[in-house]
């Protein structure tokens, strides 16, 4: 039997010189030579460097950077940080690369280009909740609603890229520690600071500093009036993108905002963030209309709360929200068309099937106005999914991750981009750590089950399944995770029953008028023969899907289509006149975007071929 040799550990003196974008090296020198200057790195840290250029883009994990770099000693997180924070510098001076950093998975070269490339390297920065100095705890959405816009300003007024509110925010009060944001958030830099009222008057104070040194950068204070936030926020907005060296792109037209406002806007916000709708937003939204009328931005975030409200309403209501949410939709647009909470808004008021190119519109235009919007950004990796086009979901997925890096749902989309990449120790990795930090979600719990099990995990599945977790996700009734629960069960004890479990259950669902095409690729993996199933899926209600009464979860969509696991679904011809029924067809043939499973599917049969083929409705 051939035993698995070993990486080589980098040895510098045997590595020749070769250029890296405008840069040389010099591995046996341990010199960088680039600009007309010479920089002389320490042996660990030049290892580093020649890792990830041999690595020619991809992302080197954190133990192979251990094994190459420092021959398999253990070392803390700090020696790689130090190592990281002095390539960065160099990356800075030269302009020759970047380093990005994933988190919990590794790091990875970019070439910069060619000699008189003027990019400079990426700055990532992470905005912090500020500091409530005031005497009142209720004045801390406040604070929020200061940092929040500070972080909007930066993002949308240059090209400096900010970590995502949702993960960023998690850092708050002595839970501050540089180590642990530079870890988890992988930034380079991080904004922090505090406000302070007293009466009508107002005091933001702001710092920033270097992650990899903790060198501080700037820091400066503004005094301003409550009626007025939005200017104090501006000028720090400014000076943070000066002291990066960014350049300020041209505002957009001031949308004034009370103090009073901005507190109310922000409560809002926190609840679309929970999706927390038990009739106290209507109060919110009142105030929202009543204090911050010209403002597209609170009209959008009105939107958006309007038709999230129809997952959790009597359907009796559901019409009415989505009026009362394209309406609030359109009147931001009025104000500024290019707002990008309101065309998010319109993009979860269109049907799930049918209408595909309307809902990549309503997604790229806010996410053009909003590109640090981690939630976006998913909404994007799962709309790619879902009509097969993985290599931009694939994208979407890692831009979130490193964007919003303790979202939890973008966590899981990265670890599903992993594993449909064919990184299957790296995704599980990403997923054991995600059940670690997030032990309560069931959604985060339901994918490591279900892929773990999958992947023959048996004792970790078992482990995961012991009473007090089924006992507690039972009493939440989460219908993802029961679905996970019983699946993983069934591929552990028995497949056979679990198919034949599985079948019947698809058959009552048809029976009963639903469309639940999650069992499809579950009987697809299970072997159920495929003409049989097909004869099931013709029976389905597909057209059902183009009604945008119709309510799914994310997950319960047509990215089960074009999962991993589910390639057996789509070896039979038949999968094309699904896809058909389902608007899919249209939609490659109208955008000229065709799915990347071609390939894959051109020993059974010409998807492209078939497309053409009439719909067989039933």
Same mark, same amino acid.
């Given at each position: 039997?051939?035993?698995?040799?070993?990486?080589?550990?980098?040895?510098?003196?045997?590595?020749?010189?070769?250029?890296?974008?405008?840069?040389?090296?010099?591995?046996?020198?341990?010199?960088?030579?680039?600009?007309?200057?010479?920089?002389?790195?320490?042996?660990?840290?030049?290892?580093?460097?020649?890792?990830?250029?041999?690595?020619?883009?991809?992302?080197?994990?954190?133990?192979?950077?251990?094994?190459?770099?420092?021959?398999?000693?253990?070392?803390?997180?700090?020696?790689?940080?130090?190592?990281?924070?002095?390539?960065?510098?160099?990356?800075?001076?030269?302009?020759?690369?970047?380093?990005?950093?994933?988190?919990?998975?590794?790091?990875?070269?970019?070439?910069?280009?060619?000699?008189?490339?003027?990019?400079?390297? !990426?700055?990532?920065?992470?905005?912090?909740?500020?500091?409530?100095?005031?005497?009142?705890?209720?004045?801390?959405?406040?604070?929020?609603?200061?940092?929040?816009?500070?972080?909007?300003?930066?993002?949308?007024?240059?090209?400096?890229?900010?970590?995502?509110?949702?993960?960023?925010?998690?850092?708050?009060?002595?839970?501050?520690?540089?180590?642990?944001?530079?870890?988890?958030?992988?930034?380079?830099?991080?904004?922090?600071?505090?406000?302070?009222?007293?009466?009508?008057?107002?005091?933001?104070?702001?710092?920033?500093?270097?992650?990899?040194?903790?060198?501080?950068?700037?820091?400066?204070?503004?005094?301003?009036?409550?009626?007025?936030?939005?200017?104090?926020?501006?000028?720090?907005?400014?000076?943070?993108?000066?002291?990066?060296?960014?350049?300020?792109?041209?505002?957009?037209?001031?949308?004034?905002?009370?103090?009073?406002?901005?507190?109310?806007?922000?409560?809002?916000?926190?609840?679309?963030?929970?999706?927390?709708?038990?009739?106290?937003?209507?109060?919110?939204?009142?105030?929202?209309?009543?204090?911050?009328?010209?403002?597209?931005?609170?009209?959008?975030?009105?939107?958006?709360?309007?038709?999230?409200?129809?997952?959790?309403?009597?359907?009796?209501?559901?019409?009415?929200?989505?009026?009362?949410?394209?309406?609030?939709?359109?009147?931001?647009?009025?104000?500024?068309?290019?707002?990008?909470?309101?065309?998010?808004?319109?993009?979860?008021?269109?049907?799930?099937?049918?209408?595909?190119?309307?809902?990549?519109?309503?997604?790229?235009?806010?996410?053009?106005?909003?590109?640090?919007?981690?939630?976006?950004?998913?909404?994007?990796?799962?709309?790619?999914?879902?009509?097969?086009?993985?290599?931009?979901?694939?994208?979407?997925?890692?831009?979130?991750?490193?964007?919003?890096?303790?979202?939890?749902?973008?966590?899981?989309?990265?670890? /599903?981009?992993?594993?449909?990449?064919?990184?299957?120790?790296?995704?599980?990795?990403?997923?054991?750590?995600?059940?670690?930090?997030?032990? /309560?979600?069931?959604?985060?719990?339901?994918?490591?089950?279900?892929?773990?099990?999958?992947?023959?995990?048996?004792?970790?599945?078992?482990?995961?399944?012991?009473?007090?977790?089924?006992?507690?996700?039972?009493?939440?009734?989460?219908?993802?995770?029961?679905?996970?629960?019983?699946?993983?069960?069934?591929?552990?004890?028995?497949?056979?029953?679990?198919?034949?479990?599985?079948?019947?259950?698809?058959?009552?669902?048809?029976?009963?008028?639903?469309?639940?095409?999650?069992?499809?690729?579950?009987?697809?993996?299970?072997?159920? !023969?495929?003409?049989?199933?097909?004869?099931?899926?013709?029976?389905?209600?597909?057209?059902?899907?183009?009604?945008?009464?119709?309510?799914?979860?994310?997950?319960?969509?047509?990215?089960?289509?074009?999962?991993?696991?589910?390639?057996?679904?789509?070896?039979?011809?038949?999968?094309?006149?699904?896809?058909?029924?389902?608007?899919?067809?249209?939609?490659?043939?109208?955008?000229?975007?065709?799915?990347?499973?071609?390939?894959?599917?051109?020993?059974?049969?010409d998807l492209k071929a078939q497309a053409t083929l009439p719909v067989r409705e039933t």
């Amino acid at each position: 039997m051939t035993r698995t040799q070993a990486p080589a550990r980098i040895d510098l003196a045997a590595i020749a010189d070769f250029p890296l974008g405008s840069a040389r090296l010099r591995p046996s020198l341990r010199e960088v030579a680039a600009n007309g200057t010479i920089e002389t790195l320490e042996p660990r840290v030049m290892q580093v460097l020649v890792l990830l250029a041999q690595a020619a883009g991809r992302t080197v994990s954190r133990d192979e950077m251990v094994e190459r770099c420092w021959g398999g000693t253990i070392v803390g997180e700090d020696a790689i940080q130090r190592c990281i924070g002095r390539l960065r510098k160099l990356a800075d001076a030269s302009g020759a690369f970047e380093i990005v950093t994933l988190s919990r998975v590794g790091y990875r070269l970019e070439v910069r280009g060619s000699p008189g490339d003027d990019a400079g390297p !990426e700055r990532l920065l992470a905005v912090l909740p500020f500091d409530n100095l005031s005497d009142s705890a209720g004045f801390d959405y406040f604070a929020d609603g200061v940092s929040e816009e500070i972080l909007q300003a930066i993002a949308r007024g240059s090209a400096i890229r900010v970590i995502g509110r949702t993960s960023s925010f998690q850092f708050r009060g002595q839970g501050k520690i540089v180590a642990r944001m530079a870890q988890e958030l992988g930034a380079t830099h991080v904004l922090d600071g505090s406000v302070r009222r007293s009466g009508e008057r107002l005091r933001v104070s702001a710092h920033l500093m270097e992650l990899g040194d903790q060198t501080l950068l700037w820091s400066d204070r503004y005094d301003g009036s409550l009626g007025d936030p939005f200017t104090l926020q501006d000028e720090v907005a400014r000076g943070v993108i000066d002291a990066l060296h960014g350049v300020l792109r041209p505002a957009a037209p001031a949308q004034p905002v009370s103090g009073v406002g901005l507190d109310a806007l922000m409560k809002l916000r926190r609840l679309l963030d929970h999706t927390s709708f038990g009739g106290e937003e209507e109060a919110v939204i009142a105030a929202v209309e009543r204090l911050a009328p010209t403002s597209a931005e609170a009209w959008g975030i009105v939107a958006k709360v309007r038709a999230s409200q129809r997952w959790s309403a009597e359907p009796s209501r559901e019409a009415q929200l989505r009026a009362a949410a394209r309406a609030a939709a359109d009147r931001a647009l009025q104000i500024d068309p290019h707002c990008g909470a309101a065309h998010q808004a319109l993009f979860m008021t269109e049907p799930l099937a049918g209408r595909f190119l309307a809902r990549e519109v309503r997604l790229e235009r806010a996410h053009a106005a909003n590109p640090e919007d981690g939630e976006l950004l998913w909404s994007l990796y799962l709309h790619y999914l879902s009509v097969g086009r993985l290599e931009h979901s694939a994208s979407m997925a890692e831009e979130a991750y490193r964007i919003d890096p303790l979202r939890p749902l973008n966590v899981m989309a990265y670890a /599903n981009t992993l594993y449909t990449s064919g990184l299957t120790k790296q995704a599980l990795a990403l997923m054991h750590h995600a059940v670690d930090r997030w032990p /309560n979600d069931a959604t985060v719990l339901a994918i490591t089950v279900w892929t773990a099990a999958v992947e023959g995990e048996h004792e970790f599945v078992r482990a995961l399944l012991r009473a007090d977790w089924r006992q507690r996700f039972t009493q939440l009734k989460h219908p993802l995770m029961e679905r996970a629960v019983q699946a993983a069960e069934g591929i552990l004890d028995d497949p056979r029953r679990l198919l034949g479990e599985t079948r019947r259950r698809l058959e009552s669902a048809i029976e009963a008028g639903r469309v639940e095409l999650g069992l499809v690729g579950l009987l697809a993996y299970l072997g159920m !023969e495929l003409d049989a199933l097909y004869d099931l899926v013709d029976r389905a209600p597909l057209a059902q899907l183009k009604d945008p009464s119709t309510l799914l979860g994310p997950l319960d969509g047509l990215s089960h289509l074009f999962l991993r696991v589910n390639r057996r679904l789509r070896e039979s011809p038949r999968f094309a006149g699904l896809c058909a029924r389902l608007g899919l067809c249209d939609y490659w043939r109208e955008a000229g975007r065709w799915p990347d499973c071609l390939a894959e599917v051109a020993p059974f049969y010409d998807l492209k071929a078939q497309a053409t083929l009439p719909v067989r409705e039933t």
